[in-house]
């Protein structure tokens, strides 16, 4: 069965610093998702990913998908308080489902 | 747009007890989710309908959970009888497409087994 794994599994950075938060998979992806999530609450979507080499950037986060190596990665320029939170990457098991299987997310702490 | 609702959004109850749980996607979304959510994990698909129809349940466990969408909008979760183990937040997401498409979660259903 296809696993994702995260790195780092968390982060604590100082305000205004990049981070990079990486999300591999150990089969082919059919599309990558990115999550933001609150602790106890929902999932916030973030990011689809559909193809190789593909790249989307939103505000200061920025996901990239390399498809030859199962990876993508999160990119978050000049970091502030509200980055905070548990960021989770979720692969489509294959490439007729919308079911997602989920890493283990990267918690992230942004210090004033 | 309103976004999915869950609720209740918190429930306790002693082991052998049931419970359920009620999701309202976003209107409109024919795919519907419910995954598990155990502390420091990430989520966990239990079952997928696509409008009434369920499309994946191969990770349910259907000796205790049990879950319904009637007329292709609302669904609930039924665990019967808990187990400690089954301690989670329970989401519900919806997408307007099964395939390619973002789902969207709702805030989840936070489950003590005590």
């Known amino acids: 069965s296809q696993e994702l794994e995260q790195s780092p599994q968390s982060l604590i950075v100082q305000e205004g610093k990049n981070l990079t938060i990486n999300c591999t998979s150990s089969?082919?992806?059919?599309?990558l998702y990115w999550y933001k999530q609150k602790y106890g609450e929902g999932l916030i979507f973030l990011m689809m990913?559909?193809?190789?080499?593909e790249e989307k950037s939103h505000e200061k986060i920025t996901a990239k998908l390399d498809e030859k190596k199962q990876q993508s990665s999160l990119h978050i320029t000049a970091s502030q308080p509200s980055h905070a939170g548990i960021y989770l990457c979720g692969a489509a098991a294959s490439s007729n489902t919308g079911k997602l299987i989920f890493g283990q997310g990267t918690t992230l702490q942004v210090k004033p | 747009e309103a976004g999915v609702a869950q609720s209740p959004r918190y429930k306790i109850i002693e082991k052998r007890q049931s419970v359920a749980f009620w999701c309202n996607p976003i209107s409109g979304h024919a795919t519907l989710y419910w995954y598990q959510q155990i502390l420091g994990q990430g989520p966990k698909l239990l079952i997928q309908f696509q409008n009434n129809g369920v499309v994946d349940d191969s990770q349910l466990p259907k000796d205790r959970f049990s879950a319904e969408r009637l007329k292709g909008v609302d669904s609930t979760l039924k665990i019967q009888p808990a187990k400690l183990e089954d301690s989670a937040v329970y989401l519900c997401?919806?997408?307007?497409?099964?395939?390619?498409?973002?789902?969207?979660f709702g805030q989840g259903t936070r489950l003590t087994v005590v």
């Open positions: 089969k082919t992806l059919y599309g």
């Open positions: 990913l559909q193809k190789g080499g």
């Open positions: 997401a919806s997408s307007f497409h099964r395939v390619r498409t973002e789902a969207f």
